[in-house]
């Protein structure tokens, strides 16, 4: 097992910039990838940015060149750094881990809030 938990998140102005950390903690030696997802109202949760087991990272068209994701050597904290926000993408946050077993965890979430 895996436990997740989101800090970071909060309300900003549309071109500003957020941080969200993501600290996991139990089986730390089986995450094979670590990544962000969110979820907007009444939308299906999306895939934001991934850190494959071999270290590359993947991104959504929507946020590339805008959004950071990192991890610490460890696995023990994922990061998205957030510049540039634009109020579409105010949503509910979600850190997620895969573990070797392809069993999925994910923390509670964290709200970001993007006004224009």
């Known amino acids: 097992q895996v436990q997740l938990v989101e800090s970071g998140g909060g309300l900003v102005q549309a071109g500003g910039s957020l941080s969200l950390s993501c600290a996991a903690s139990?089986?730390?030696?089986?995450?094979?990838?670590m990544g962000w997802y969110r979820q907007a109202p009444g939308k299906q949760r999306e895939l934001v940015a991934t850190?494959?087991?071999?270290?590359?990272?993947t991104y959504a068209d929507s946020v590339k060149g805008r959004f950071t994701i990192s991890s610490d050597y460890g696995k023990t904290a994922l990061y998205l750094q957030m510049s540039s926000l634009k109020p579409e993408d105010t949503a509910v946050y979600y850190c997620?881990?895969?573990?070797?077993?392809?069993?999925?965890?994910w923390g509670q979430g964290t709200q970001v809030t993007v006004s224009s």
């Open positions: 139990g089986n730390i030696a089986s995450i094979f990838t």
């Open positions: 997620n881990v895969r573990d070797v077993h392809v069993r999925e965890f």
């Open positions: 850190i494959l087991h071999g270290g590359q990272r």
